[in-house]
Structures are given as C-alpha cells and as structure tokens.
C-alpha cells in the first residue's frame, strides 16, 4: 500500500488533491508548502514511493516565460528529469492545450527520467506531491500554516489551520514549558519577522494552549518524527 505521507531530511512530503497545477499548488500552500522541489537524482527517485499507478504534479514550471522552468518554492533549479526520449519538454499545443503546455508531471511509466510537460487542465485528474519544510526539536517537528496567506491578505480560518496541522500528521501546538515557549518565539520571530506574539490562549481539551503569532498558527506535529 502506498503512504500519502512521507518524511525525508528535513521535509514532510504528502499527496494533495488536484486535479489541475494549480490547484495542487494551492492546496501544498494550505499545508505550509509548495509542490515538491526536486533538487537531485536521489529525491527523484525516492519520490516513487508515491507511485500508485498515477502520475502526479511537481513544482516546476515556466508560467512566467515560457522556457524559462521555475520550481513554484522559487529555489534554483539545478537538476531536471525530463523524458528526452520523447521529446519533453515539447510546450504541445491542441485542443486540450491551446496554450501549450506549462507545468511539469511526473510520469513513472517513463522511467529514470520521467519528467513531462502539460497544460494546467483537469482532464489530466492528477494529485500532487507537496514538500514542506520543517524545524525540529527533540522529537518534534515544527511547521508554519497559512503565512503566505496572510501576508496576501486572504488567512486561513482556524479550521482550515487546524485540518492542516492534522493532514501533516500532527496537531496544533502544545506547549509544555517556558523553554520551549521560548523557543518558539526565537525560532519563527527570526524566520517571520512580520509575527508579533500577541499573547492568544485557547485551552483544547485539557492540553496547555495554542500559540497566535501574527494571525497565523505554528503547528506541531510531533506523531510521525
């Protein structure tokens, strides 16, 4: 059986709903994210532990210039799969593609390198693989949720946080003591500077409380580390 989640180095790989680019980029940026960057052979390989007979969506893709390959984290590309043997990247253009094609699958059915090309349309019916980041500490993992919504004017409800948290295997933060309580402050003032602690408490069955940092919610998910 296929996991929809994964852990590797320092990042929380997990299966998002599509079916088109764009809305798999959405639903990654939900979860603190981006669509997969893939950085090496290595990671492109381990990446097969999603294969369950569908292809799915990663982060590159020359929307901006055409040609021009962008992975949608905005770090540098410096390692591409793609199928040459068939002539990927080829910006196809039919009916399904009356644009071309500008966003990036990847095709296990071609092998090693596996990499195509295809229009941001919905009869491709692809999921995506999201890659988010985390910070750990002990035998936690800390990830930030809805920062990018809130920096463009369009925040996460608290459900929506809190069904995050949860599809990235853990839950809101609990906070245990001041050193930890401290820590957080630290480690995402520094990251965030646009956070200001304001001081929010809600108790959650009986667990110590959730931390506010801006609007926004750090999460752990401390189950799956």
């Not at 199928?83 to 009356?98: F, G, K, R």
């Not at 936690?140 to 948290?165: C, F, H, M, P, R």
């Not at 959730?210 to 609007?215: E, P």
């Amino acid at each position: 059986m296929v996991k929809d989640l994964n852990i590797r180095g320092k990042s929380i790989y997990k299966i998002v709903d599509g079916p088109s680019w764009t809305e798999a980029e959405a639903n990654s940026n939900k979860l603190g994210g981006h669509l997969v960057t893939i950085n090496d052979d290595e990671e492109n390989a381990f990446l097969s532990v999603f294969n369950d007979g569908s292809n799915k969506w990663i982060g590159l893709n020359d929307l901006n210039v055409e040609g021009q390959w962008e992975w949608s984290s905005g770090e540098d590309v410096t390692f591409a799969a793609w199928d040459t043997e068939s002539n990927q990247p080829d910006d196809h253009i039919d009916s399904h593609n009356p644009e071309g094609q500008d966003f990036v699958s990847i095709d296990w059915d071609r092998g090693d390198t596996n990499w195509d090309d295809k229009s941001d349309h919905s009869i491709w019916n692809l999921n995506g693989i999201a890659e988010t980041k985390f910070i750990r500490r002990g035998d936690s993992g800390y990830v930030l949720i809805g920062y990018d919504q809130w920096k463009d004017n369009n925040s996460l409800t608290t459900e929506e946080v809190i069904e995050s948290a949860n599809k990235l295997g853990g839950h809101l933060v609990t906070i245990n003591d001041s050193e930890e309580h401290s820590w957080l402050v630290n480690e995402f003032g520094k990251r965030y500077h646009h956070a200001v602690l304001i001081g929010y408490t809600v108790f959650i069955e009986s667990t110590p409380f959730t931390l506010w940092l801006g609007g926004f919610l750090i999460v752990c998910a401390s189950s799956f580390i």
